[in-house]
């Protein structure tokens, strides 16, 4: 099994080939839309990696594909400009879930 990246930018996909990690970069909800469609059809790829900007984009689609689909994993990942996004999201997820702030 394999990962794979979809990125929207190429500071992310270089460190991720540093990685061994393929990928490609984008910017288009259509082509974040047909790029994952093709992804989950490929028998090869467990795990597929979107940045959390990508992710934004269609979130619907990324959501239908973690409930419905056992293989590929589909997994959101923070790039350089996103690391304080993926902060204040475990902080509101601890909110919801503990009712606690912190």
């Known amino acids: 099994m394999r990962f794979y990246l979809l ?4 500071d992310t996909l270089m460190g991720m080939r540093l ?10 909800a259509h082509e974040v839309e047909e790029a994952l469609n093709q992804l989950v059809k490929d028998e ?4 597929i990696l979107v940045t959390g ?5 269609c979130p619907e689609l990324i959501t239908s594909i973690k409930l419905n689909y056992k ?9 350089r400009h ?4 993926l902060s204040q999201n475990i ?3 601890v909110k919801e879930a503990v009712g606690i702030e912190i």
Do not use: C, M, W
């Not at 990125?7 to 190429?10: H, R, V, W």
């Not at 990685?19 to 288009?28: L, M, P, Q, S, Y």
């Not at 090869?44 to 795990?47: A, E, F, L, M, N």
């Not at 996103?82 to 996004?85: F, H, I, L, M």
């Open 91 to 93: 902080q509101r997820y």
């Open 7 to 10: 990125s929207d930018n190429i």
């Open 53 to 57: 900007k990508l992710a934004e984009l």
């Open 19 to 28: 990685a061994g990690i393929e990928g490609r970069v984008i910017h288009e």
């Open 44 to 47: 090869s790829i467990g795990v």
């Open 82 to 85: 996103g690391a304080g996004q």
């Open 71 to 79: 293989r590929p994993l589909l997994v959101s990942v923070a790039d």
